[in-house]
């Protein structure tokens, strides 16, 4: 048996393979799915007996007994999810013609896009030119510092307070639950959607450009090798016309997200 190493397309040895590993901080834990190197049909337990005998392994008999008392575990076929679609694939598709029209109909919406549309237009009513995180967490701490919505809002999903007991968002990294991340979150979420439907309405454009770096700010050791693509939107005139119309906007996103409560556990008496 052969085991070959790469670093993406870079090929290691084994004896840089293991430096590298071990190298990490964590303990890293490798699982080879046999079943992706070997003749599918020996999993049958009679033909992998009848193996054994050729060989002459006793291995490979123990190997058939175990299958055929205990059968083999198929693996679970995952469910083909929606395509999600770059933001720098989306085109316009449906021109809104006024302002108040845009306005009206998001008021008539109910879910997460309207809400996450009426963020952009207000986070960027000035003409700024703003990254969704950017967004996301301008309008969170803006939200908490009024205290206009509960603290089980499901805005605060997501984001933790640092040490000015602000809200960051919370990134993936051991020991952290995907669920808990900002790139989960219904805030995260809400933005997306509000900026393709947006975007179909020729209300917001993008720019992509690079960034180096951790995305907290930080660039201590590796971090500051770190690059990655990320997106500035900003309004067209037709984006700042219906953001300088809506007058009440903030009361939109506030109601909306005072109506989103997270989930509370309810405990028995002792």
């Known amino acids: 048996m052969q085991f070959e190493f790469t670093l993406g397309q870079t090929k290691l040895n084994q004896e840089e393979a293991k430096a590298l590993l071990a190298a990490t901080e964590a303990n890293p834990k490798i699982t080879i799915d046999i079943l992706k190197h070997i003749d599918p049909k020996l999993v049958d337990s009679k033909k992998l007996f009848s193996l054994s005998v050729e060989k002459k392994n006793p291995e490979l008999a123990s190997l058939a007994a175990r299958f055929a008392i205990e059968g083999i575990e198929a693996p679970k076929k995952r469910k083909a999810g929606a395509e999600v679609k770059r933001i720098s694939d989306i085109v316009p598709s449906r021109a809104i013609a006024k302002a108040s029209d845009a306005i009206a109909e998001l008021n008539q919406m109910n879910g997460l896009k309207s809400l996450g549309a009426g963020m952009i237009l207000a986070a960027l009513s000035k003409g700024q030119k703003r990254t969704l ?3 996301a967490v301008s309008t969170v701490n803006e939200l908490a510092f009024k205290g206009e919505v509960s603290a089980d809002s499901a805005c605060f999903r997501g984001f933790m307070k640092d040490g000015d007991d602000n809200y960051k968002p919370i990134d993936k990294r051991p020991g952290v639950d995907r669920n808990e991340c900002f790139h989960t979150s219904p805030i995260y979420t809400s933005l997306r959607e509000g ?5 179909n309405w020729g209300m917001v454009k ?10 907290d700010g930080r660039d201590e050791g590796n971090l500051k090798l770190l690059r990655r693509t990320v997106y500035n939107v900003e309004l067209t005139e037709l984006g700042i016309k219906a953001a300088e ?10 109601h909306r997200w005072s109506q989103r409560v997270r989930s509370r556990y309810t405990y028995a008496a002792a």
């Open 133 to 135: 995180r950017q967004v």
């Open 195 to 199: 900026l393709t439907l947006l975007m």
């Open 206 to 215: 993008t720019t992509k450009s690079t960034d180096f770096g951790s995305k």
């Open 245 to 254: 119309q809506w007058a009440d906007i903030n009361n939109f996103i506030s």
